[in-house]
């Protein structure tokens, strides 16, 4: 593995880019849900984690490696892994971020941890983001971890899935349509999303790959939909990947100011785990 000082230096590198929070952007993302895309304007306080569709990095596409993300070595370091996965994330929502204000996005990396999963060593890469409005902010620490290629096609052992009763349930079953056009609206080129041939023959999946941030955004807007307030922090851990046209089933449960999340895939099995708090 790399001499850790090269990647140490790294920490504290940030980036910072500016937009605007388009409202067309809001309502393609409600499209993109299977709700009514004009029911958001210029004003409305802006859905938890819709902010994933501006401030992106708008890297040339001379810039793109050949899983679709952007090439390492200038925000991110140049570590000696080809296969990158967003394992989870922690966020703060600090007032109201609306529809139609300019925003900042002020990324810094944080830490560069180096660590032995069950198929071989790996890096944990935390960045965090800052995004900036007129009448408030949304903190968000996001944990990217860089691996080995694998060289096996992915087997997903049969697991329990959780027996305790929770308030909410939904279903939902994305299909290709759906993985595209949320890769499209994030911005997102990674190839496991839409490219059925990348996803099986080099990343060795059975097909798509749900991302894993959809799921987490399904499950923020389930919270605030179904307890009918704002959130003010969520914490999401991904903890098995999900595959298109298979049925997720969306769980919630309230107490208080406090929301437990998950989400299970077509065996019942834990993919995504969640906490909230509302306002």
Not at 30 to 42: N, Q
Not at 122 to 144: P, W
């Amino acid at each position: 593995m790399a001499d850790m000082k090269d990647w140490a230096a790294w920490v504290g590198r940030t980036d910072e880019v500016t937009d605007r929070a388009s409202a067309t952007l809001a309502g393609a993302m409600l499209a993109t849900l299977d709700r009514d895309p004009g029911s958001l304007d210029e004003g409305d306080p802006l859905p938890p984690l819709f902010h994933w569709m501006y401030c992106r990095e708008l890297a040339p596409g001379s810039r793109l490696d050949v899983d679709g993300h952007q090439k390492r070595g200038e925000f991110l370091p140049a570590l000696p892994f080809s296969r990158r996965m967003w394992a989870g994330g922690r966020l703060r929502f600090k007032g109201t971020v609306r529809i139609g204000e300019f925003v900042r996005r002020r990324s810094t990396i944080r830490a560069i941890t180096p660590k032995e999963g069950r198929s071989g060593p790996l890096v944990l890469v935390t960045v965090e983001h800052r995004i900036t409005g007129e009448g408030g902010e949304i903190i968000e620490e996001q944990d990217l971890v860089f691996l080995e290629r694998p060289t096996e096609p992915l087997s997903l052992p049969r697991v329990a899935g959780p027996e305790d009763e929770m308030e909410w349930s939904e279903s939902v079953t994305p299909d290709a349509a759906t993985l595209f056009r949320f890769s499209a609206l994030t911005f997102n080129a990674h190839r496991i999303h839409y490219d059925r041939d990348y996803a099986r023959g080099v990343e060795l999946y059975p097909d798509l790959v749900v991302h894993g941030p959809f799921t987490a955004l399904l499950l923020a807007d389930l919270a605030t939909r179904r307890a009918g307030r704002s959130l003010r922090t969520l914490a999401f851990r991904a903890r098995r990947p999900m595959f298109v046209d298979r049925p997720i089933t969306l769980q919630g449960r309230q107490t208080d100011r406090d929301v437990s999340l998950r989400a299970l895939d077509d065996t019942g099995a834990l993919t995504m785990s969640a906490a909230a708090t509302l306002a």
